[in-house]
């Protein structure tokens, strides 16, 4: 067996708007009418102040449903549209003061402020990030209800969203393995106590992390964060030791090696199928990328002399020169079945002991090693999966 020695309350958001579902206790007292299973809704536009004013609506099912049974429903209604499809109950001023989040690819969780022993509060927020809402049912099952409800309506859009992301790959000249295996939503902990949601797309070899879905080919190219998939590994799933159960209960962790060292990220997810989904889909891309890549190499030095270290998945370890002219001149050779041991000091020497009279062979690959180290890594796993022995 080998082994690798390594060197190695959350901020009031700033939503533009508040919708609270149920009775507040500065509300008038509501009258009989409305969605069925609330009071009331109440709209209030942020200011600087704490002291924010609100608007009482006793009427919001214009806002839900259509003139026609069966009529298709816009993603990104107009104003205009709107009004026509909307009961005469509501006058022209209030509907221009309502608030409409597509469900196309939207955020959605109960993981919100402000804190509720009940947890009735919900957080809606659209695929761009310029509306969110927050809204409170009268009790912890009716709020489940809505989000289950979103989320099941959401998702029913999904196959969509993936064949525009794909279209929007496709025509920024994306390379093979470059198809999108997913699309959701993390919601990454931040070491400084604080969170922050963040679009996933998964393709064959990348994690491709952003702040909101993109909505141009440009946007596409230009994630917050692009994660190489063989070189990320995920080390956490399920509960967090020594963390709030229901903040850490269904997160999971990943780890990738860069040139800058080992980043670390712990994201959280709303339901435990898709903690599941996002375990397998993970573990499942960097084998599915490491049969793709196959070979790796690098730069660097070993015994005072420049050459090339060449990692492939079935070929093992080779090291090289090559010459102006010549061919490549091999130093060493080893299959992977050899290696014993592995480590490295966290800033540019890569160790391999391949149990041979030269032992422990030291190499200087000029940069953090951690890239290769996760690199060796997913090979072995990868190469143990097809033998069958990780479910």
Not at 45 to 61: D, V
Not at 97 to 120: N, Q
Not at 196 to 218: D, F, H, I
Not at 229 to 251: C, D, N, Q
């Amino acid at each position: 067996p080998h082994a690798h020695r390594g060197a190695e309350h959350r901020a009031p958001p700033q939503h533009p708007w508040v919708m609270a579902l149920g009775r507040h206790e500065e509300a008038p007292a509501p009258t009989q009418g409305g969605c069925k299973g609330f009071q009331g809704v109440l709209v209030g536009r942020m200011r600087p102040s704490w002291s924010t004013p609100l608007k009482y609506m006793k009427e919001i099912s214009p806002y839900f449903k259509n003139s026609s049974a069966g009529a298709t429903v816009s993603w990104d209604p107009s104003p205009s549209a709107l009004q026509k499809r909307s009961s005469p109950l509501l006058p022209p001023r209030e509907l221009r003061e309502g608030r409409t989040v597509p469900l196309k690819m939207c955020y959605v969780s109960r993981k919100c402020l402000p804190a509720d022993p009940e947890h009735r509060y919900l957080e809606v927020c659209s695929a761009d990030g310029r509306l969110a809402l927050f809204l409170r049912a009268k009790d912890e099952a009716t709020a489940q209800s809505w989000l289950s409800a979103i989320q099941a309506n959401a998702s029913a859009l999904l196959p969509r969203v993936k064949e525009e992301l794909r279209a929007q790959l496709a025509g920024a000249g994306a390379v093979a393995g470059r198809d999108i295996k997913h699309v959701g939503w993390l919601t990454e902990q931040l070491p400084s106590a604080g969170t922050r949601n963040l679009l996933a797309v998964l393709t064959e070899k990348e994690l491709l992390l952003y702040g909101s879905l993109p909505q141009s080919r440009e946007a596409m190219g230009k994630p917050t964060h692009s994660y190489p998939l063989i070189a990320t590994r995920l080390v956490h799933s399920g509960p967090a030791k020594g963390s709030a159960l229901y903040e850490a209960e269904l997160s999971f962790a990943l780890r990738s090696g860069t040139r800058l060292g080992v980043q670390t990220h712990l994201f959280s997810l709303e339901n435990p199928r898709d903690l599941a989904l996002w375990t397998r889909l993970l573990v499942d891309g960097t084998h599915g990328a490491a049969e793709l890549v196959q070979e790796v190499s690098t730069a660097c030095t070993w015994k005072g002399q420049d050459c090339t270290l060449s990692i492939h998945i079935d070929k093992g370890f080779t090291i090289f020169t090559t010459e102006p002219g010549l061919s490549k001149t091999i130093l060493l050779q080893q299959p992977f079945e050899k290696l014993q041991m592995s480590s490295d000091d966290g800033t540019k020497m890569l160790y391999l002991d391949f149990g041979g009279p030269e032992g422990e062979i030291q190499l200087d690959l000029h940069s953090c090693p951690k890239t290769i180290v996760f690199i060796i890594h997913s090979f072995l796993s990868a190469k143990v999966t097809r033998l069958g022995l990780l479910a």
